[in-house]
């Protein structure tokens, strides 16, 4: 991936980190950014590139020679789904780690993955396909991040855990050893999760309980 250009799909505050992780890197070169949402936006200047427009431009952009992308979506479930988008069109899905991230040389982390600044991955973790491991969070010995997972800034996992796919960890949490927390479920921030929690869920609170079954 040195010396390649990078798409960003996404053009919020959280494609904003992933410019800067890039940059920081000072290994490749970001070709502009992706919005969907906003297609007026499109021309516009953003962290010192431009908006290209939406998935429309994937074509485009793969003829003229740039195959990676970073999704930069926070919401877990829409950037599963535009991985799988870029994938299928013919992209890589760039894995990013901010120089002052650490990572275990037994940990495994998977494509499109981005590790932000000051995140630790403790050894015999497997981080799975299109994870956020956002500012100073951290994953203890053992883990399982599956695909999809938003750790966010500041939250702690102990070891032994498994984080299901597609699941948010809310900032500042704490997840006990041993915790299983199933797919597409939302820890609240500065939650204290000492048992499993269920599948598709929001809990939160001191220590963590299923507050209701979460809404799509």
């Known amino acids: 991936m040195r010396g390649s250009k990078i798409v960003i799909w996404g053009a919020g505050g959280h494609a904003r980190v992933v410019a800067d992780v890039i940059h920081c890197l000072k290994q490749s070169e970001i070709a502009g950014f992706l919005d969907d949402a906003n297609p007026e936006r499109r021309g516009s200047e953003f962290c010192g590139g431009r908006i290209l427009g939406g998935a429309e431009q994937l074509a485009p ?16 479930v829409a950037r599963l789904r535009s991985a799988s988008i870029a994938r299928d069109a013919g ?30 991955v403790n050894p015999d973790c497997c981080i799975g396909a299109n994870v956020i491991l956002n500012t100073a969070a951290t994953v203890d010995h053992e883990c399982l991040v599956e695909d999809g997972v938003h ?15 597609s ?28 048992r499993d929690i269920p599948q598709n869920v929001i809990a939160y609170g001191v220590p963590a309980r299923v507050i209701r079954n979460r809404v799509e």
């Not at 750790?151 to 796919?165: D, V």
């Not at 948010?168 to 000492?194: F, L, M, N």
């Open 91 to 120: 992209f890589h899905l760039a894995t990013l780690c901010h120089p002052s991230a650490v990572v275990a040389t037994s940990a495994s982390i998977g494509p499109g993955t981005v590790l932000f600044a000051g995140s630790v």
């Open 61 to 76: 952009l793969l003829k003229e020679g740039i195959g990676y992308i970073v999704i930069a979506i926070g919401d877990c």
């Open 167 to 194: 699941a948010w960890i809310g900032i500042g949490a704490t997840v006990k050893d041993g915790v299983d927390i199933a797919p597409e479920s939302i820890i609240g921030a500065g939650a204290v999760v000492v």
């Open 151 to 165: 750790i966010g800034p500041g939250a702690h996992i102990g070891g032994r855990c498994r984080i299901g796919s």
